[in-house]
């Protein structure tokens, strides 16, 4: 579960943060990352507002879709999983 509030003026289309994982996925195994939403009624409603823009075998990034609410809480539950290829 990850927790985070917008700033008082969100950047279009922009990271919101990059998550590493303490152990990265061994070669030839593909990283599968999957939220949903948690906590906070925003959440919910704007859920289509973020995505998981990029993953790899030691981290991802998860970025906004479009311009964000400013100063507005968020909660999103991660599912990250593996599989060989």
Do not use: R, W
Not at 3 to 8: N, R, S, V, Y
Not at 61 to 73: N, R, Y
Not at 77 to 85: A, E, L, M, T
């Amino acid at each position: 579960m990850i927790l985070f509030t917008t700033g008082t003026a969100p950047v279009a289309n922009g990271t919101i943060f990059t998550a590493t994982f303490p152990t990265a996925f061994p070669a030839g195994v593909s990283a599968i990352v999957t939220f949903s939403a948690f906590q906070t009624d925003a959440s919910a409603t704007e859920f289509l507002k973020f995505k998981v823009s990029a993953q790899a075998l030691n981290n991802f990034i998860f970025k906004a879709v479009g311009t964000l609410t400013a100063s507005t809480a968020y909660g999103f539950n991660f599912h990250i999983s593996g599989y060989d290829n």
